[in-house]
């Protein structure tokens, strides 16, 4: 199975009210599930920033200022596909929210920079090249709190350099363009918010599959499906670095009779406290996985086979003195397997089921190690 994308995909965002690693896993899942039309606008973006330079050098009367207006527009460019690039391989929101933003804020220097080249300005062609910026900061995903700062430096830059370049506005037209604004910001902004919960709610759907998927319902150990994607993750860490990875596969002694005495629902109690007690013994980097009725696995990353048995003789301790469903007493047999050269998962998990039928017929209660029996 594929690495799990945004699931440890680890929100506060559009009044969302949830706590803060399920913000962070939001936002990490929406940066994935936008990269590929944030190409486009950036595409677009660089098109359109390029297309404007034949106005620029047909209305520019200084030979410096259609210089300088060519370089900053050419660098801008560059610097979109360049951060289109990083789209791709961004990891984290939060750089890419603040790579968005002075991106952003990039966008809204030239604009003004090239305002004021203009001796006068056209009014109502400036304020069109306006618009289409705010709609680009409201298609690219950021914090909400920092479209509207950009959108806002962007509105008062405008209205401030066109009322210097242009002593005839009035008050009606500068008005009116602040109206005009202001509802073309409200526009994007419920545009933003309502494409932010679609996000969201694909979010919580996907991430809720992905916990069924992942995780065991009764014992609420991990399912295999977690097991496959963190075996391959942890035996190319391990195998990097040069470190042990340990793996033990145990059942229940004598389950069956269990089963036939008390019932199956005494019985899945039995099997849910059972994976309480072995969570208790385990360390933060170790998986525990229900592997089918009442077999279970263990992977143990950059342990090897003496301090893996060590932990397992703790479970198979703590499991002896232990009562189950207040009253029943069992014990489990373990098999355990380190990793060698060429070793996958499936000759692991065999190599730890036959050590754990070899326990079994030294009477159970037992961690096997290799051929060797650790008490």
Not at 3 to 15: A, P
Not at 187 to 210: P, T, V
Request: charged letters at 20%; aromatic letters at 12%.
């Amino acid at each position: 199975m594929g690495k799990q994308e945004f699931g440890r995909i680890r929100l506060k965002s559009s009044g969302h009210d949830v706590k803060p690693g399920r913000r962070t896993a939001y936002f990490n899942y929406q940066l994935i599930s936008s990269r590929k039309y944030i190409n486009q606008v950036c595409l677009a973006v660089g098109v359109f920033n390029e297309a404007l330079l034949i106005p620029d050098l047909i209305f520019v009367k200084s030979p410096l200022s259609k210089l300088l207006i060519a370089l900053f527009r050419t660098l801008f460019t560059g610097l979109l596909v360049l951060f289109s690039l990083y789209c791709s391989r961004a990891r984290g929101y939060r750089s890419f929210y603040r790579c968005t933003t002075g991106m952003e804020l990039l966008a809204v220097a030239i604009f003004l920079f090239v305002l004021v080249q203009y001796d006068p300005p056209n009014f109502m062609v400036q304020a069109a090249g306006l618009y289409i910026l705010l709609l680009a900061f409201f298609l690219v995903p950021n914090r909400y709190r920092n479209m509207l700062a950009v959108s806002t430096v962007g509105m008062a830059g405008f209205l401030y350099f066109s009322w210097r370049k242009l002593g005839g506005l009035s008050i009606d037209e500068l008005m009116a363009a602040v109206i005009y604004f202001a509802a073309t910001v409200l526009i994007c902004s419920i545009f933003a918010l309502g494409r932010d919960r679609q996000q969201y709610g694909e979010f919580l759907s996907k991430a809720q599959l992905m916990k069924l998927s992942y995780t065991d319902q009764l014992t609420k150990a991990s399912s295999r499906n977690r097991l496959f994607s963190e075996f391959a993750r942890w035996q190319k860490i391990c195998l990097g670095r040069c470190r042990p990875l340990s793996l033990s596969l145990f059942d229940i002694d004598r389950f069956k009779s269990v089963n036939d005495q008390f019932g199956h629902s005494i019985a899945d109690r039995v099997l849910a406290e059972l994976a309480d007690v072995i969570r208790a013994h385990l360390r933060s980097p170790d998986l525990l996985v229900r592997w089918g009725g009442d077999e279970f696995v263990i992977l143990f990353p950059e342990t090897d086979r003496n301090n893996a048995a060590g932990i397992l003789n703790r479970i198979r301790f703590a499991i002896e003195k232990n009562r189950f469903a207040g009253k029943i007493h069992i014990t489990c047999s373990f098999g355990l397997a380190e990793m060698e050269e060429g070793s996958t998962l499936d000759s692991m998990v065999q190599k730890a089921d036959d050590l754990m039928y070899s326990a079994k017929k030294q009477g159970g209660n037992r961690v096997e190690v290799r051929e060797e029996k650790a008490q």
